[in-house]
Each structure stands twice: as structure tokens, then as C-alpha cells.
Nanobody, 124 residues
Framework: QVQLVESGGGLVQAGGSLRLSCEASGLTFSSYRMGWFRQALGKQREFVAAIGGSGGSTQYAESVKGRFTISRDNAKKTVYLQMNSLKPEDTAVYYC?????????????????WGQGTQVTVSS
């Protein structure tokens, strides 16, 4: 049974930083591409970042480029999202997701498994 468990969310002031973690179990972690998505209240879920199985390829939404960094530790079966220079518009529930096959990793379609999410709130 695959499980993805996010942690690290919280309340932070604008300009601050947070590091999200997502620990996976029940899958061959290095075989899966991992992604982070977010959903703000009243809005659709949107892509944030993705990383390949070996960690060699990354992809970011334009809105977070230069501020967020996705990384992974395959030995710990964990993917991270380092978020710097946070803005109030980054406030959302952040979800991690995993998938093995697919093409457009900036959409939800290729991701087979999802975590429950962690709340990030950025105050102005």
C-alpha cells in the first residue's frame, strides 16, 4: 500500500522560508517521478514543481521559479520542497504526488498517488 505523508507546513510571514517534506512508503521510490502541487481556497489545484527519479531533472511553475527548490533523497524515500521568499499568494494546501509513466508532469494526470496535504499560510 503506497503512502505519501507530507510535513513541514505552517504559518510564516511574507519573505520567510519553509521546507516541506514528503515521505513515501510502499513503492520503489527511485522509480517514481515526484511532484508538488498546491490548492488555494476556492481555486483549482496547480502544479508547483516536479523531479525525476534520479533527481537529475526538475521542473517548476513560473510563479515559483527562483524561489522554490525541489530535491529528493532516495535513501530516505523523501522529497523536499524548499520555499524561500514566500508571498501571501503562496498560501495553499501543498500536496506531494508520485507517478511512474506519463508525459506532461506539470499536470495531475501522470501522478498515481497523492498525499493528504499540508497547509502553508503566508501572512502579509
Amino acid at each position: 500500500q503506497v503512502q505519501l505523508v507530507e510535513s513541514g507546513g505552517g504559518l510564516v510571514q511574507a519573505g520567510g522560508s519553509l521546507r516541506l517534506s514528503c515521505e513515501a512508503s510502499g513503492l520503489t521510490f527511485s522509480s517514481y517521478r515526484m511532484g508538488w502541487f498546491r490548492q488555494a481556497l476556492g481555486k483549482q489545484r496547480e502544479f508547483v514543481a516536479a523531479i525525476g527519479g534520479s533527481g537529475g531533472s526538475t521542473q517548476y511553475a513560473e510563479s515559483v521559479k527562483g524561489r522554490f527548490t525541489i530535491s529528493r533523497d532516495n535513501a530516505k524515500k523523501t522529497v523536499y520542497l524548499q520555499m524561500n521568499s514566500l508571498k501571501p499568494e503562496d498560501t495553499a494546501v501543498y500536496y506531494c504526488a508520485s507517478g511512474r509513466t506519463g508525459t506532461d508532469w506539470s499536470t495531475a494526470r501522470p501522478y498515481a498517488y497523492w498525499g493528504q496535504g499540508t497547509q502553508v499560510t503566508v501572512s502579509s
